[in-house]
């Protein structure tokens, strides 16, 4: 990192942002260039604190040398992180298909749809037990009872489960039912649930914030790692544009962006970032193509009685009829390393 400081400061100013750092345990070195003291920090990364150097009198600028997100970038390992859940292998070239409903509903009618979900190919089952709607009059879920119906569809249908927290207690409950962790669009940016979530030693899948940039989001899963937990999900579901033909806009620009800037896995959701499951086909089939790991699709067995977003989840033959264009794109596209 380099303190840049100002044109007019003080021999003052400088020594006071020195002993600031020496307190930090840093290395300085100071130089002059163009006119300017400037102040070099080893070693490299971001030092825990330093942001309030920048509020420190005679102090212009801080310049980051180093990647903001140091255990999430792509040169870290030197590999692709391989996430283990069961017997998936997310990230590892054959891309997985995360399948299931918006909501759990009923648990007998889970049940039923995991094992036609199984047989159709899907690798997990989705399925969210506390749902964060933006109205507080729509289905808010089924609570805690959720995880424990999902918990029995792993036990009928053989797939792991994956499923949202919303907060302490619902991260409590989940920790205990199911394999994968959700952190939801709205909760990117809830940091200090990030941390709880990281701790809880599940693998996390985080999805994209609404608005959120590809730093943002790979700060997020900084959070993830840095609280110790190495097995982060990435996942991209649209973000907030002008447009208003599709209910989110499906950026997969970020999928070839994020392999280049990160080690770890990133799934893809075109049934939240499309809207209408007409759509989802097409994207899902564009996801696989853009180099996702996998593709999130929302699958309901009667979708028109489904209790939230029953307009963009397929019907399970649906599924069965993309699962196996999916599968064989990917042989086509060649993504896939490991037997399909
Ligand atoms: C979900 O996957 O159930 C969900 C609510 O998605 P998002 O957080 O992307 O809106
Ligand atoms: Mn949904």
């Not at 030693?201 to 899948?205: A, D, E, H, S, T």
């Given at each position: 990192m380099l303190i840049v400081m100002r044109d007019r400061c003080s021999p003052q100013d400088v020594d006071r942002v020195v002993d600031r750092l020496r307190e930090m345990s840093l290395d300085v070195r100071i130089a002059s260039l163009a006119g300017r003291t400037v102040i070099g920090v080893e070693p490299p990364g971001f030092p825990r604190g330093a942001d309030v150097l920048e509020g420190l009198a005679g102090v212009d600028r801080t310049v980051l040398l180093s990647d903001p997100h140091p255990l999430a970038r792509a040169d870290v390992r030197g590999t692709r992180t391989v996430i283990e859940v069961g017997e998936v292998r997310i990230g590892a070239g054959r891309p997985v298909l995360i399948a299931g409903p918006c909501a759990v509903e009923d648990e007998s009618e889970l049940c039923e749809l995991a094992v036609v979900l199984r047989s159709a190919g899907a690798d997990l089952l989705?399925?969210?037990a506390f749902k964060p709607r933006s109205s507080p009059y729509s289905f808010q879920g089924v609570g805690v009872e959720g995880y424990r119906w999902l918990a029995r569809a792993?036990?009928?249908s053989g797939l792991?489960?994956?499923s949202e927290v919303l907060d302490e207690t619902s991260l409590a409950a989940a920790t205990e039912h199911v394999d994968v962790l959700q952190v939801g669009a709205r909760n990117m940016h809830n940091f200090e649930l990030l941390k709880k979530v990281a701790r809880a030693?599940?693998?996390?899948?985080l999805k994209r914030g609404l608005t959120a940039t590809l730093e943002e989001l790979l700060l997020a899963a900084e959070y993830l790692l840095d609280a110790g937990n190495p097995r982060v999900l990435l996942c991209e579901r649209g973000?907030?544009?002008f447009s208003g033909h599709s209910r989110f806009t499906l950026d997969l620009s970020i999928v070839p962006?994020?392999?280049e800037s990160t080690h770890l896995p990133v799934i893809v959701d075109p049934s939240h970032a499309t809207g209408f499951r007409s759509r989802v086909p097409a994207m899902a089939r564009a996801a696989l193509a853009a180099g996702a790991d996998g593709v999130m699709l929302e699958v309901h067995g009667d979708p028109r009685r489904a209790l939230?977003?029953?307009?963009?989840?397929?019907?399970?033959?649906?599924?069965?009829?993309l699962a196996a264009e999916l599968r064989a794109l990917a042989t086509a596209i060649g993504s896939v390393r490991e037997p399909v």
């Open positions: 989705r399925g969210g792993r036990e009928v792991p489960v994956i030693g599940r693998p996390v899948l973000i907030r544009t962006a994020i392999r939230s977003d029953g307009r963009q989840a397929l019907r399970p033959a649906q599924f069965a009829a």
